[in-house]
Nanobody
Framework: QVQLVESGGGLVQPGGSLRLSCTAS????????MGWYRQAPGKQRELVAT???????NYADSVKGRFTISRDNAKKTVYLQMNSLKPEDTAVYYC?????????WGQGTQVTVSA
């Protein structure tokens, strides 16, 4: 069982920045594929970004050039740096760890972009 704890959400004005963090339990963090997903009210959960154990990254088109995913295996933590935030980025952001056929999810952190 892997437990994930997210932090860093909040209220920010359009054009602002936030950094989300997700810290995992367990000793196998370095081999997990880590990802950030988000779910806006009335919408399905969608992929934001992923990072593999080999540090390969993938981004949704809507966030390319604005968001950066990274990981620190020593701290068992994955980050999502979000710049140039837009109102449409408002959502609950979830961290996911994937290993073999198992997916583990965090509880989510709210990000609200509003003037």
């Amino acid at each position: 069982q892997v437990q994930l704890v997210e932090s860093g959400g909040g209220l920010v004005q359009p054009g602002g920045s936030l950094r989300l963090s997700c810290t995992a339990s367990g000793s196998a963090f370095s081999i997990y594929v880590m990802g950030w997903y988000r779910q806006a009210p009335g919408k399905q959960r969608e992929l934001v970004a992923t990072i593999t154990s080999g540090y390969n990254t993938n981004y949704a088109d809507s966030v390319k050039g604005r968001f950066t995913i990274s990981r620190d295996n020593a701290k068992k933590t994955v980050y999502l740096q979000m710049n140039s935030l837009k109102p449409e980025d408002t959502a609950v952001y979830y961290c996911k760890a994937a290993i073999l056929t198992y997916d583990y999810w965090g509880q989510g952190t709210q990000v609200t972009v509003s003037a």
